[in-house]
């Protein structure tokens, strides 16, 4: 965790009802800290919410003998994140709503909570490291969920504990199985949570009408037609009807908004090496506006050199799916990380 604080802190752990909030609640507990598990709806769509989430919850409390507390964020989370998420994608951007959340719920919204309740820390089972207080990416790099979490501000990293962050999760799973933790076999959730089973597009369409618009090539022929720019991203491949034989795949490479007019080109057209960026957040420390990093514009995706220089990045190697909406995390080297691990901050991607 990167801290030495006393046995009797008070910790608020957000309980999803998976494995990884599970087991960071148990390693918690096992350090003799006064852990509380907390679950706080989000989301709630025709009626529908996450039941099992909060009822594996209670249970792993229950296993762990710790308190437990459930709240009510579906007010707040329909408003600033999915309507958010539903706003963005109707302007043609492509949002992480995951982003959104971590900032304005999980360390917004429950953070605020814990520390208005009297609790000196709040813990969730992000694969992350907090130390020195700078945000680094977690051990195992296969699950680093660093690229969500460069919203948070840094004077709230102080009272943050990740106990995943130097752990793998093959590594969490065995220790979950070895002390019959509930959650163990509780299926892992990889999409956007209030989207449910259901396709992006098809989520999204009871949200935003569709609306048929032509697909042109880059000298603005027409070549097919689609069913909205607002469901497809920049480097998509599918989803999209062509009316003539290219003999090659074809991607998305641009689109516009206000002519709903969906633009494709061969594979080499849909990458990138500058792109600007709005809304700078910095999470470790504030490095000006100069400054040599490696960059980061998906989950777990491929870490580019760049510089960034007065609101734009500039990458040494092409970007494929560079979208406005996504967004762009900064990961440097410090002196106390020479690994270069250490997440400064990011912003979106204009």
Not at 243 to 251: A, E, R
Not at 252 to 273: D, F, P, Q, T
Request: a positive charge; aromatic letters at 12%.
């Amino acid at each position: 965790m990167g801290k030495i604080i006393s046995k009797n802190k008070k910790i608020a752990v957000g309980l999803s009802g998976g494995v990884d909030s599970a087991t960071a609640a148990f390693l918690l507990k096992e350090k003799g800290f006064d852990v509380t598990g907390v679950y706080f709806k989000c989301w709630e769509e025709d009626g529908v919410c996450d039941i099992c989430g909060r009822q594996s919850a209670e249970e792993v409390a229950k296993r762990l003998g710790i308190e437990f507390i459930d709240l009510d964020f579906s007010g707040r989370f329909k408003e600033e994140i999915i309507g958010y998420f539903v706003s963005e994608y109707s302007r043609g951007k492509t949002p992480n709503p995951d982003i959104l959340c971590n900032e304005k719920v999980k360390f917004g919204a429950f953070y605020d909570w814990a520390m208005e309740n009297g609790f000196d820390f709040v813990a969730t089972g992000h694969y992350v490291r907090v130390k020195n207080n700078m945000l680094l990416r977690g051990k195992d790099k296969s699950k680093d969920q660093s690229y969500f979490l460069y919203r948070i501000p840094n004077e709230k990293l102080s009272k943050i504990l990740l106990p995943l962050g130097d752990f793998t999760k093959k590594k969490v799973r065995l220790i979950a199985k070895n002390n019959d933790i509930p959650a163990v076999n509780r299926p892992e959730s990889v999409d956007i949570c209030f989207v449910g089973k259901a396709t992006l597009k098809s989520y999204l369409s009871k949200k935003i009408k569709p609306e048929k618009g032509n697909v042109v090539n880059e000298e603005g022929n027409i070549v097919g037609e689609h069913d909205g720019v607002w469901f497809f991203t920049i480097g998509q491949r599918k989803g999209f009807r062509v009316s003539k034989y290219f003999g090659k795949p074809m991607y998305v490479i641009g689109k516009n908004v206000e002519r709903n007019e969906l633009i494709i080109g061969e594979e080499s057209k849909a990458y990138k090496k500058e792109f600007d960026v709005v809304d700078l957040r910095w999470t470790s420390y504030d490095p000006g506006d100069n400054f040599r990093c490696r960059v980061r514009i998906r989950n777990l995706g491929k870490l580019y050199p760049a510089k960034f220089s007065r609101g734009k990045v500039k990458s040494r190697r092409k970007i494929f799916g560079v979208a406005p909406g996504q967004s762009v995390v900064f990961y440097k080297h410090s002196f106390f990380n020479p690994s270069g691990d250490m997440v400064i901050g990011g912003g979106i991607i204009q």
